[in-house]
């Protein structure tokens, strides 16, 4: 049986890919940060797939010491990961610096998801065929280095754009050396909530755009499948797919050293929290 690790699958696509996953026998851990959640989505998912391979940890992402125990969590219970899906986002348009020091967006699109790649690298590299799926939107904006939490001139989709243009760039460097293949995966416009807070008047184009050209849920995951299928069948690896198809990588702003700059910043922040935790 497949084994799927998916985070923030408590709604949306996440949750729509997880359903999927377990309709076609698939076995499904899934992580959310609000413990109720995670319960209700396991009882509904097993009633809706009639598959009880299914499995909650709660874990809020946009803390990197959570990120690095549910990954643990996952190890002590599963011996193979066929697919690591890299999902969880909530946009926080309040500038919000973490506990441990991180800003918000950046640690729960970034941070976390480099954590837990890190984390779960052997795992990926001992099952056949795994791979790693980064979702992310098409907006990015060059990290400034000098500047991680954003003191100057905050915005929501200015700290959103940041760690989509760290999670392509990371991509790249990743996938030139490394064995496991991770791609990027942009959804279109989906039927969920989470650009419902955004300031107006982006909240009200939103709403429109997704009544005009938005999918559902349900139409996403089957492209989340296909694109699933599409990667172990032509072994694809730093490639960018958006709804059931890969696409050409969207143009990034970089300079020349940014690659290896960001890969060297990532392994830094990220060092504190690879311990592993006994559960
Ligand atoms: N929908 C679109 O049009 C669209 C377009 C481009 C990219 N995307 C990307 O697609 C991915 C999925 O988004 P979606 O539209 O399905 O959003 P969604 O319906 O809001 O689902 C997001 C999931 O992430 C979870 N989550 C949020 N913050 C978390 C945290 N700190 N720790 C753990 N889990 C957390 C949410 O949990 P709760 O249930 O507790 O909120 C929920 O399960 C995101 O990466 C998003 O940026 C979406």
């Known amino acids: 049986m497949k084994t799927a690790f998916i985070t923030g699958a408590t709604d949306g696509i996440g949750k729509a890919t997880a ?59 599963n011996k193979s990961l066929d697919f690591l899906m890299l999902n969880a986002n909530a946009i926080a348009n309040d500038r919000t610096i973490t506990t441990e020091g991180f800003e918000q967006n950046f640690a729960l699109g970034y941070l976390s998801r480099a954590l837990m790649i890190k984390k779960l690298e052997d795992v990926l590299k001992t099952t056949p065929d795994s791979h790693i799926l980064a979702v992310v939107g098409l907006d990015t904006v060059r990290l400034d280095f000098d500047d991680l939490a954003i003191n100057n001139n905050f915005t929501g989709r200015k700290a959103l754009g940041r760690w989509q243009w760290s999670m392509n760039v990371f991509t790249r460097e990743f996938s ?104």
């Open 19 to 77: 359903r999927k996953l377990l309709s076609e026998g698939w076995k499904v851990v899934i992580i959310g940060r609000n413990p109720a959640r995670c319960e209700s989505t396991v009882t509904e998912l097993k009633a809706v797939t009639r598959n009880s391979e299914i499995s909650a940890i709660v874990a809020d992402l946009s803390i990197l010491n959570e990120a690095g125990k549910a990954s643990d969590k996952f190890l002590q219970g």
């Open 176 to 279: 030139s050396g490394k064995t496991i293949p991770l791609n990027l995966y942009m959804p279109g416009l989906v039927k969920t909530k989470i650009l419902a807070n955004e300031p107006q008047p982006m909240r009200a184009f939103v709403k429109l755009m997704n009544y005009l050209v938005g999918i559902s849920v349900e139409q996403s995951a089957e492209n989340v499948f296909n694109v699933m299928n599409d990667i172990v069948a032509n072994k694809r690896s730093g490639a960018c797919y958006s709804w059931k198809k890969e696409r050409s990588f969207p143009k990034v702003e970089m300079k020349p050293d940014d690659q290896k700059r960001l890969w060297d910043l990532t392994e830094r922040l990220v060092k504190p929290y690879l311990q592993v935790h006994r559960l």
